[in-house]
């Protein structure tokens, strides 16, 4: 065996809406942010069409959904026609998962009904069976592919690679699909689809196995260390948690030799990062010192104009102090979004702490207020009534302490 390079792309979400969410992002730049999340596959293509692995495997979630419109359905056949005549593989996600009327299914409506719409190449091959197929790659008998397709209907808790045969001993044999490895390390989504464990892959006994659903790339390791295979995760950042997402991956399969991670090389494909930070607003007493202290922790997440900031505050805010950094942020950065949910005023409340005695005539209006509201909240009976019991007297005593009201 020589040694192989594969290069692997997958949950490009093509077509996904990127102007809700809580990114919230303006339209104008929604619309460029379509225009740079097609720029991630051009990239990949140009990649492909100069570097020529010896296969390109995409694991699933290409489209965001089965059905995509006809010009993103054109316009991922021509990227993809794009890299012939290197072999490129298919194997539908859960979000593009493989049904009658699906984009892959090359007898639907959707993929007839284009007039002169490109076709797939004869350089491509989509796995559209739920049970696992396996397709040499040309002029190469012992490299195979052994993919299957996510189907709708398909039970989402079937052990897949426990149904699977081993491979011959000679060759080079990889693994392609969509699925969500247990105890993932990285930060994930909730939805669990054909689960499986990195014990099972090492007992299917594949050379690599490439695996799509997972937004953060990693690798799938065995108990040794060992690579058994990996998430190249999304190219492109499209939501809150997508920090570190926005990259491809090529793996180096060298003959006779363990993968490790050595093997794998990301390749960054969204020019833009989302970065996440956390801000403890509680101390300063004027927006100048709250503002130094966002621009420290910008600059300590390495921050660059370009970047989508995503800051989320908390702790108590001085009183008196109305901090909305949100537009000032978003004309430095490509765009910032502000979380201040988890601010609270700074006040001296222990709600939790045993009610006391009920204040005698002699009480202020305000020692009444805060009194009559710790019992409504110790009252309260869900996490709901609590909070907003707590919103009203935080803003009952802005009016009463301040005599304005802090919308928050
Ligand atoms: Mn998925």
């Known amino acids: 065996m020589r040694r192989l390079l594969i290069a692997q792309l997958s949950d490009l979400h093509l077509g996904a809406n990127l102007s809700g969410g809580r990114l919230a992002l303006p339209s104008r730049?929604?619309?460029?942010?379509?225009?740079?999340?097609?720029?991630?596959?051009?990239?990949?293509?140009?990649?492909?069409?100069?570097?020529?692995?010896?296969?390109?495997?995409?694991?699933?979630?290409?489209?965001?959904?089965?059905?995509?419109?006809?010009?993103?359905?054109?316009?991922?056949?021509?990227?993809?026609?794009?890299?012939?005549?290197?072999?490129?593989?298919?194997?539908?996600?859960?979000?593009?998962?493989?049904?009658?009327?699906?984009?892959?299914?090359?007898?639907?409506?959707?993929?007839?009904?284009?007039?002169?719409?490109?076709k797939w190449g004869s350089h491509v091959?989509?796995?559209?069976?739920?049970?696992?197929?396996?397709?040499?790659?040309?002029?190469?008998?012992?490299?195979?592919?052994?993919?299957?397709?996510?189907?709708?209907?398909?039970?989402?808790?079937?052990?897949?690679?426990?149904?699977?045969?081993?491979?011959?001993?000679?060759?080079?044999?990889v693994l392609l699909f969509h699925g969500s490895l247990e105890h993932y390390p990285r930060v994930g989504l909730d939805k669990e689809v054909l689960p499986f464990t990195?014990?099972?892959?090492?007992?299917?006994?594949?050379?690599?196995?490439?695996?799509?659903?997972?937004?953060?790339?990693?690798?799938?390791?065995?108990?040794?260390?060992?690579?058994?295979?990996?998430?190249?995760?999304?190219?492109?950042?499209?939501?809150?948690?997508?920090?570190?997402?926005?990259?491809?991956?090529?793996?180096?399969?060298?003959?006779?030799?363990?993968?490790?991670?050595?093997?794998?090389?990301?390749?960054r494909a969204d020019e833009r990062a989302v970065r996440r930070l956390e801000v403890d607003v509680t101390g300063p007493t004027?927006?100048?010192?709250?503002?130094?202290?966002?621009?420290?922790?910008?600059?300590?997440?390495?921050?660059?104009?370009?970047?989508?900031?995503?800051?989320?505050?908390?702790?108590?805010?001085?009183?008196g102090i109305d901090f909305q950094p949100q537009a000032a942020l978003a004309e430095r950065f490509f765009h910032a979004a502000v979380d201040d949910s988890a601010v609270e005023p700074d006040y001296e409340i222990d709600l939790d702490g045993t009610l006391p005695e009920e204040p005698g005539l002699a009480a202020t209006t305000e020692e009444m207020f805060r009194w009559r509201m710790h019992k409504l909240y110790q009252a309260a009976s869900s996490d709901e009534e609590r909070r907003r019991v707590k919103h009203a007297l935080f803003y009952g005593l802005d009016a009463l302490t301040l005599g304005e009201i802090h919308l928050r």
């Open 286 to 319: 004027d927006t100048t010192a709250l503002g130094r202290r966002v621009d420290e922790a910008l600059a300590a997440a390495g921050a660059s104009e370009g970047d989508i900031v995503w800051l989320a505050l908390r702790g108590r805010l001085a009183r």
């Open 198 to 267: 990195a014990a099972e892959v090492e007992a299917a006994g594949y050379r690599y196995a490439a695996v799509g659903h997972y937004h953060h790339g990693g690798a799938i390791a065995g108990a040794d260390g060992r690579v058994l295979g990996a998430y190249a995760g999304a190219p492109f950042a499209m939501a809150v948690d997508d920090e570190g997402v926005g990259c491809w991956l090529e793996i180096a399969v060298e003959p006779g030799q363990p993968l490790s991670e050595d093997s794998l090389t990301w390749h």
């Open 29 to 118: 730049k929604a619309a460029q942010r379509r225009d740079e999340h097609r720029g991630c596959l051009e990239r990949f293509a140009q990649h492909v069409r100069e570097s020529r692995p010896d296969m390109v495997l995409m694991p699933g979630d290409l489209f965001d959904s089965g059905e995509p419109s006809i010009d993103d359905l054109n316009f991922l056949i021509s990227t993809v026609n794009s890299m012939q005549p290197t072999p490129v593989f298919i194997a539908p996600g859960n979000h593009d998962g493989y049904e009658t009327s699906s984009a892959y299914n090359v007898a639907s409506a959707l993929y007839q009904g284009r007039g002169g719409g490109p």
């Open 125 to 173: 091959h989509l796995f559209t069976a739920e049970q696992f197929e396996t397709v040499s790659i040309p002029h190469h008998r012992d490299v195979t592919v052994t993919g299957a397709a996510f189907l709708r209907h398909m039970p989402e808790s079937r052990r897949v690679l426990v149904e699977l045969e081993p491979p011959p001993p000679e060759g080079c044999h």
